[in-house]
């Protein structure tokens, strides 16, 4: 069991952020403990130099790991952090690797959701799949999920565990929000038909999603889409836009919108949402409370079309 809402903490120790240093990065932490989350997505790539974020993850939930679920990723060139990798980076000999290596950072013995980042084209599935069973009955790793499939690779996943008798994925996790519903078309079923908790990741669409941003208007100072004029010069404005009135007319906010709707939907576990302030933390772990209406779901698929097969 999971918060509705999780923590992506691929902004500890990103350099411009208040979670940078450790001192930060143990307040954003422990604010997302206060507010109810348990749930704390990184990587072992993330953060500068690569492995940083696991180990200020790691550093902050000293005294209270019985508190938190960690899930992290293997499977990105980590180049040379975790040794050597011969770009076979879903092999049974680097996952082992990898693994210690990320249970190092994080200081813990285990760790509860431990995830194939990106698929290794180079490794046969049966071999990673064997590995992660391996990982989970030596105890290092309580669960096993990927992220990042498309809806046959799922399927090839599910298949492959039963017919070897191996560990199955317990999650996928997927790019998913009110303005990239893709993955309803092939993901979300395939997740469902396989009994797999789906965890949406980009929430927000990259803040588009927040409110702060407007059509023609300069991005605040210092925001995440700040400097990056093409993506919103190419955002959809018109559904945006939409949105905001219909969250204005609920009485909510933009962020209680997005982040409600999609931990209102069946397939989903937890809504991966970054931050970097402790308000923002409050704010998207209180979202999960509001719950659409049959009405407001109508309302919401007329502005943001949802994808059939």
Known sequence: MVSAVGLGCNNLGRPGTAAES????RDLVGSALDAGVSMFDVADVYGAPRGRSEELLGQAL??????????????LDMQGSNGPDFG???????LRLAAE?????????????????RPDPGTPLVETLSALDDLVRDGLVRYAGVCNLAAWQIADVAWTTRTEKVEPMVSVQAHYSLLDREVEREVLPAAARFSMSVLPYFPLANGLLTGKYARAAAPPEGSRLAGRQRMLADAPWDRIEKLRALADERGISMT????????AQPAVGSVIAGATTADQIRENAKAAAWRPTA?????????????RR
Do not use: N
């Open 62 to 75: 000293a005294g209270r790991r019985d508190r938190a679920v960690i899930a992290t990723k293997f499977g």
């Open 22 to 25: 450790l001192a930060g990065s």
């Open 88 to 94: 076979a980076r879903g092999s049974r000999r680097y």
């Open 295 to 307: 009405e407001d779901l109508v309302a919401i698929d007329e502005i943001c079309p949802p994808r």
């Open 256 to 263: 209680t919108l997005a982040i409600g709707w999609l931990a």
């Open 101 to 117: 290596a990320s249970l190092r950072r994080l200081g813990t013995d285990w760790i509860d959701l431990y995830q194939l980042h």
